[in-house]
């Protein structure tokens, strides 16, 4: 949706797969921290057992999110250097608010569900329990999901359907980055840009 309105997007979950490549410190620290097992023969990430055990307490998703975001903020800095010519660039981040990726943004965009809307997308995305599901809501409930004083944000409501959302991105958008058709009539880029 935000490529469609000409934003440069990172997505800060295929961030989060390359920091725990095979071997790489990052898997190493939480391998020290939730056990050798929850790496695979072969190397990989068991992703599975790691969420599992990160959501069993608020403790341990710290530690998860304390071992895992200074490495993710590295390289979407990375990312946005490399992709200097946009007029803005989003970051597509679930953890947004819990880690230090708001020092990168002039705007943030808060895109909520419903609990119901949000665990059936879990279960159907992450195939796992119901169960699971539900400690995953849970703990997302204990963090305080305000933007730092300061920081424009817009809240915005999924339970209208597709239709609504893209029209309310749009006119966020329109709103932080301006109109976000090009002079020549074409798209222009557009997302939340650092610094705006």
């Known amino acids: 949706m935000l ?16 920091i725990v490549r095979p071997g790489s410190p990052v898997l190493l620290k939480l391998a020290e921290r939730f056990g050798q097992d929850i790496i695979c023969k072969g190397g990989n990430l068991d992703r599975n057992l790691l969420a599992q055990r990160a959501f069993e307490s608020l403790k341990a998703r710290r530690d998860l999110n304390f071992i895992t975001h200074p490495a ?6 990375q990312r946005i250097k490399a992709l200097q010519g946009f007029k803005a660039i989003a970051l597509d981040a679930a953890a947004l608010l819990e880690s230090e990726l708001t020092a990168l943004c002039g705007h943030i965009l808060i895109i909520t569900a419903p609990e119901n ?17 539900r400690r995953r809501i849970e703990a997302q409930r204990q963090v305080d999901y305000r933007p730092p004083p300061g920081l424009g944000h817009t809240i915005i409501d999924t339970s209208e359907g597709e239709a609504a959302l893209r029209h309310e991105i749009e006119k966020a958008f329109r709103a932080v980055v301006g109109d976000t058709r090009a002079a020549d009539g074409g798209a222009a880029p557009a997302a939340v840009p650092p610094g705006a």
């Open 3 to 18: 490529e469609a309105l000409g934003c440069a997007v990172i997505d800060c979950d295929l961030l989060a797969r390359e």
């Open 72 to 77: 993710i903020t590295d390289l979407a800095e």
């Open 117 to 133: 809307l949000r665990l059936q997308r879990i279960l159907a995305r992450d195939a796992i329990t119901e169960e699971q599901a």
